[in-house]
């Protein structure tokens, strides 16, 4: 049997298995709104559908993506250059952030300062990257207006 039909059949049984999961949540519609337990009963398939089809895709891509670069030395090496500029960047974000300690005007501590120090990293590691990315793209227009 070929790879695609065994996929087809996969597909079909996971479309039948969440038609099946959406018809009986609709059926049970109405009841739905104050019953726990009938919350959990028709609700808790739908997560576990959705957490084993999200846990089956991502462990494709990242396995598939593995035995790509492990065939292709070159991309590869791209790859952890990549990652290294990303580090680096990641590394000037974590240095320009402050560290103080998040506090309300009473004085009373909503965040720590290890917790504020690495929301506002992501914060500057958002703008450094959403910076450097509009200048790439800026220059990238520049070039092709000139030819």
Known sequence: MKNTKILNIVVGVVMLLGMFLWVR??????????????????????????????LGSTGAAVVFSVINLVKHPALLKRSLIGLTAMAVILLIA???????????????????????????TGIWYSLLLGGLGLAFFVFDFAKSFIK
């Open 25 to 54: 949540t609709g059926m049970n519609s109405d009841d739905l709104k104050g019953n726990a337990d009938l919350q959990a009963s028709v609700l808790n398939p739908f997560t576990w559908l959705t957490f084993l089809l999200l």
């Open 94 to 120: 974590y240095l320009m952030a402050p560290d103080n300690a998040v506090s309300n005007m009473k004085g009373v501590e909503l965040a720590s300062t290890s917790v504020s120090k690495w929301v506002s």
